[in-house]
Structures are given as C-alpha cells and as structure tokens.
C-alpha cells in the first residue's frame, strides 16, 4: 500500500523557520512525481513545489520560491519542505503527495493520485 506520512508541522513564531518531513513508502520515487501542497483555513488546496525523478524536473510555485524549498532522499523515500521566514498567512495543513508518472510541473492537487494526512503549521504574529 502508497503510504505518506507528512511531520514536522507545528506553532513557530513569524518569521521562524521550519522543516517539514514525508516518510513515503509502498512506491518507488522514481516512477512517481512527490510534491508538497497546502490548505490554509477557508482556502482550497494548492500546490508549493513538486519533484519528479522520472524526467529530473523541479517545479516550485513562484510566490513561494526564496521561502521554501523541497527537497528528497530518494534512497530514504524521504521528501522534505524547507520554510523560511514563515507568515502568519502561511498557517496552514501541509500534505505530501504523490502522482505515478508525471512531471514536476504543473505541480496542481487535482492530479495527484496519493495524499498524506497533512501536519499542521501555525505561525504567530
């Protein structure tokens, strides 16, 4: 069985800085697009960035590149967000996920086969 298991989330204070973690197993990153996606309260699910090993693409969504940046231990099945400089409007539900194929861009929820349960992140003012 794909499973993702999304970690790392927690209460930061603005302007902190925090690494999130996906633990995947059950699939081969290198056959599959894994990527990291967020929904913040009231909000629909959009995409951050996402990797592909198929094709050795790298998208990240442009109003988050310089804050966050994705990273995978394809030898681990690990995949990992690094955020900076963290807002109080970056409070959110982050998740990993994953597409079998693809690339990394356009990186959209819609197209992505498995999901994680998602970690929360809340950053104070």
């Known amino acids: 069985d794909v499973q993702l298991q999304a970690s790392g989330g927690g209460l930061v204070q603005a302007g902190g800085s925090l690494r999130l973690s996906c633990a995947a197993s059950g699939f081969s990153f290198e056959s599959h697009t894994i990527g990291w996606f967020r929904q913040a309260p009231g909000k629909e699910r959009e995409g951050i960035a996402c990797i592909s090993s198929s094709d050795s693409s790298e998208y990240s969504v442009e109003q988050w590149k310089g804050r966050f940046t994705i990273s995978s231990d394809n030898a681990k099945n690990m995949l990992y967000l690094q955020m900076n400089n963290l807002k109080p409007e970056d409070t959110a539900v982050y998740y990993c996920?994953?597409?079998?194929?693809?690339?990394?861009?356009?990186?959209?929820?819609?197209?992505?086969?498995?999901w994680g349960q998602g970690t929360l992140v809340t950053v104070s003012s």
């Open positions: 996920a994953a597409e079998r194929g693809g690339t990394a861009w356009p990186c959209r929820p819609r197209i992505m086969d498995y």
